[in-house]
């Protein structure tokens, strides 16, 4: 994800199942200019440049992961941004330099004067997480933004299968999120959810209701390592037999989209790998989702 902000001459982006491949050259990215475009039409990210945005509301999610809203400059600026999308956030290293990471937004593409990610401090091997999650109210970060990943539209899906470990339910609660609340869409939505703990759910309160809300269109399955006495879901790993129950069948019409950390990947589906020039591809399908007979059409990795 961090080298779709590497070289801003040349940006890529892959999709799957009528997402299309595209190519953007230097010339052809829309620039803002606050001077000459009307202030209703000003976008609150900008794909060239880092911009400060200040902390305006803080949520503790679990005892790690942290809720963050930045508000832009003005109320009625939106993000400028598609579903799903992301942004790049960066601090300062120890030498001095700059480290970068990717954030998806988890608030809607129309809000207006503010944008909110979900935060999941895991130590020092992820610095600008790190820091984000120690800002207070009024401190602030830079960003730039906003790169669409999986363009989603209307109709794009007929039966969409999720697999979400850990935070990588943050892009997936988005498409989610959009799916469900367009009163024309008809998609059905099977998710399927891993974490460590029961803790480490993340949006599991929400999921729950839309499962409750739209129950012919949507419905999650959780799978926790490490479960409490009282836990009715499933225990243990993700595996072949879990995908396979809850997933749709590898057929016409059907995308699956998976997200997680890096072990995750690749037990799951095989990780995203790096072509010749250095830009990252969607690689062969491997694990789970091949031994369940996927294809590599059928398959969105995150």
């Known amino acids: 994800e961090a080298m779709l902000f590497s070289r801003i001459s040349r940006l890529s982006f892959m999709g799957v199942c009528g997402v299309g491949l595209g190519t953007w050259t230097q010339a052809q990215i829309p620039t803002l200019d606050a001077k000459m475009v009307p202030r209703s039409k000003v976008k609150g990210f900008v794909y060239r440049s880092w911009r400060e945005y200040e902390v305006e509301k803080i949520e503790q999610l679990t005892p790690t992961a942290k809720r963050i809203r930045f508000s832009f400059?003005?109320?009625?600026?939106?993000?400028?941004?598609?579903?799903?999308?992301?942004?790049?956030?960066?601090?300062?290293?120890?030498?001095?330099?700059?480290?970068?990471?990717?954030?998806?937004?988890?608030?809607?593409?129309?809000?207006?004067?503010?944008?909110?990610?979900?935060?999941?401090?895991?130590?020092?091997?992820?610095?600008?997480?790190?820091k984000i999650c120690n800002l207070k109210r009024g401190d602030k970060m830079e960003f730039k933004g906003a790169l669409p990943v999986l363009p989603y539209r209307v109709g794009q899906f007929s039966n969409l299968g999720l697999l979400a470990g850990g935070t990588g339910i943050i892009p997936l609660y988005v498409l989610i999120q959009e799916i469900l609340s367009n009163p024309m869409e008809t998609t059905k939505i099977s998710l399927v959810?891993?974490?460590?703990?029961?803790?480490?759910?993340?949006?599991?309160n929400q999921l729950d209701v839309l499962a409750q809300k739209h129950p012919a269109q949507f419905r999650v399955t959780y799978c926790l390592e490490e479960a409490p006495w009282f836990w009715n879901g499933h225990v243990g790993r993700l595996n072949k037999e879990i995908v396979a129950e809850n997933m749709p069948r590898a057929g016409r019409g059907v995308t699956l989209c998976a997200a997680g950390p890096e072990g995750f990947m690749e037990a799951v589906c095989g990780k995203t790998e790096m072509d010749r020039a250095?830009?990252?591809?969607?690689?062969?399908?491997?694990?789970?989702?091949?031994?369940?007979?996927?294809?590599?059409?059928?398959?969105?990795?995150?």
């Open 73 to 130: 400059e003005d109320i009625d600026i939106e993000p400028g941004m598609k579903t799903v999308s992301v942004i790049m956030g960066r601090t300062e290293g120890e030498a001095g330099e700059y480290v970068q990471a990717p954030f998806y937004p988890v608030s809607g593409h129309a809000d207006k004067g503010f944008f909110d990610i979900v935060v999941k401090d895991i130590g020092p091997q992820d610095p600008v997480a790190a």
């Open 278 to 302: 250095g830009w990252p591809t969607q690689g062969p399908i491997r694990g789970i989702l091949q031994d369940c007979g996927y294809r590599k059409s059928h398959v969105f990795k995150f």
């Open 193 to 204: 959810y891993a974490a460590r703990t029961k803790q480490d759910l993340l949006f599991k």
